[in-house]
């Protein structure tokens, strides 16, 4: 049985071996601090009964007026143990997170995920996600790495007006020096 709870500032001292796992994401623990500080409710934790963390879901809700677009949510940041993978945690997680957003009247969520990693593109595609396009170079490393943009329109948006502009068409980012960590 897995229990879903918000996550609390002590779990950034037990997540250690969820982070560095090789299908994760590695961000600086500021990251982690911002988001528990501005968005509580959109960190979350997945545990085992006797309070193991498992997994977790780290986003956050915009308005989109600095972008000119809809109320929306991001996934920043999702991963479970390997020991627990394939068991629905990660889905369990992701629909907790579109339920939090369609409560706040949110059109859409989005998420960026590395090109090569292709259990995670099928996982979000069974949720509902779409291909929007592709971010070229948008990871760093030796090569860099392609991320996939994709959208899943929420509850709000019965015409999925979100997925309108829709290119599926590669694009670079401009660099924003703003910010430290748009997403």
Same mark, same amino acid.
């Given at each position: 049985?897995?229990? +879903?709870? &918000?996550?609390?500032? &002590? ?15 590695? $961000? ?8 528990? !500080?501005? /968005? ?5 934790? !997945? ?27 991001? *996934? ?10 394939? +068991?629905?945690? !990660?889905?369990?997680?992701? =629909?907790?997170?579109? /339920? ?7 059109? $859409?969520?989005?998420? @960026? ?8 593109? =099928?996982? @979000? ?10 971010? +070229?170079?948008? $990871? ?13 329109? +929420?509850?709000?948006? *019965? ?10 068409q590669p694009v670079r980012l401009p660099l924003d020096d703003d910010s430290e960590d748009d997403y």
């Amino acid at each position: 049985m897995t229990c +879903l709870r &918000e996550m609390h500032l &002590e779990d950034l001292f037990k997540f250690n071996a969820l982070v560095f796992d090789p299908l994760t994401e590695v $961000y600086r623990l500021g990251f982690f601090l911002r988001h528990l !500080a501005q /968005w509580p409710e959109l960190a979350v934790a !997945a545990t085992t009964p006797d309070d193991h963390l498992i997994g977790f879901i780290f986003g956050k809700c915009l308005d989109g007026s600095r972008d000119d677009t809809q109320l929306h949510g991001h *996934v920043c940041a999702l991963t479970v143990s390997s020991y627990y993978r394939r +068991l629905g945690i !990660a889905s369990l997680l992701m =629909n907790y997170f579109a /339920w939090i957003l369609d409560l706040r009247s949110a059109w $859409y969520v989005d998420l @960026y995920l590395r090109c090569s990693n292709a259990s995670a593109y =099928n996982l @979000y595609c069974s949720l509902g996600y779409e291909l929007r396009r592709i971010l +070229l170079e948008y $990871y760093p490393g030796d090569p860099e790495e392609d991320a996939y943009d994709m959208r899943k329109p +929420l509850t709000i948006d *019965v015409q999925k007006l979100s997925l309108a502009l829709a290119s599926r068409q590669p694009v670079r980012l401009p660099l924003d020096d703003d910010s430290e960590d748009d997403y």
